[in-house]
């Protein structure tokens, strides 16, 4: 019996290799561009619990102490290259205390 793959992805608050399954992933839409090229609007991030959202995404663990670390670190913006506002970060700490009861 072949055994099947599992994928790993690397949290960006601890820095452990985890499987997908385990991690929650932070995503940044694609930026909306006008006619000419230009862009019009940055994409918002956010996180994605269902793992299907378009965008680029990074990972972390589903405890909070791994997404304060990563904020502290400033290593989501090292991952999606922008700014990311406090208010976001809030958004997502609320959002991942309410999923983990």
């Known amino acids: 019996m072949v055994k099947k793959k ?3 992805r690397k949290c960006t608050g601890c820095g452990e290799m985890k499987p997908k399954k385990e991690l929650i992933r932070v995503v940044k839409a694609p930026d909306v561009k006008n006619d000419d090229g230009t862009v019009a609007a940055a994409g918002d991030v956010s996180l994605d619990l269902t793992g299907k959202k ?3 995404g990074a990972y972390v663990c589903k405890n ?3 997404l304060v670390q990563a904020r502290k670190a400033r290593r989501f913006e090292r991952a ?3 700014k990311i506002p406090d208010d976001v970060y ?8 309410a999923n983990e009861q």
Do not use: Q, W
């Open 64 to 66: 909070i102490a791994c």
């Open 6 to 8: 599992i994928p790993l």
């Open 80 to 82: 999606f290259s922008c």
């Open 90 to 97: 809030d958004t997502m700490e609320k959002e991942l205390t």
């Open 54 to 56: 378009a965008g680029r």
